[in-house]
């Protein structure tokens, strides 16, 4: 079993930067692949990114690519979203997730992951 916390959100000025954490519980961390989506008030939840376990193959959302990087440490049990050049339109809940499988582009924007945080608001101001 895996336990999921998300932390640093916050409100923060358009084109500013923030950094996500999600702490992991458990033994096989390593061996879980971590994603992060987002879930904006009215709409529905949406894959942001993901980093597959085993190879380590990253995945993007075409919406944060080149803006965005997902990351992990193993040694923490911790996986990171590092946001730059935000926009008014990232505002959401964005949710940590954990599955228990390597990821392909297809899989890693699936809802169907096995383990979900809390989520952790991000705001941001025009």
């Known amino acids: 079993q895996v336990q999921l916390v998300e932390s640093g959100g916050g409100l923060v000025q358009a084109g500013g930067s923030l950094r996500l954490s999600c702490a992991a519980s458990g033994r096989s961390f390593s061996s879980v692949s971590m994603g992060w989506f987002r879930q904006a008030l009215g709409k529905e939840r949406e894959f942001v990114a993901a980093?597959?376990?085993?190879?380590?193959?990253?995945y993007y959302a075409e919406s944060v690519k080149g803006r965005f990087t997902i990351s992990r440490d193993n040694a923490k049990n911790t996986v990171y979203l590092q946001m730059n050049s935000l926009k008014p339109e990232d505002t959401a809940v964005y949710y940590c997730?954990?599955?228990?499988?390597?990821?392909?582009?297809?899989?890693?924007?699936?809802?169907?992951?096995?383990?979900w945080g809390q989520g952790t608001q991000v705001t941001v101001s025009s």
């Open positions: 980093i597959s376990w085993a190879d380590g193959r990253t």
């Open positions: 997730a954990g599955r228990r499988t390597i990821l392909t582009a297809t899989t890693a924007a699936q809802s169907r992951y096995d383990y």
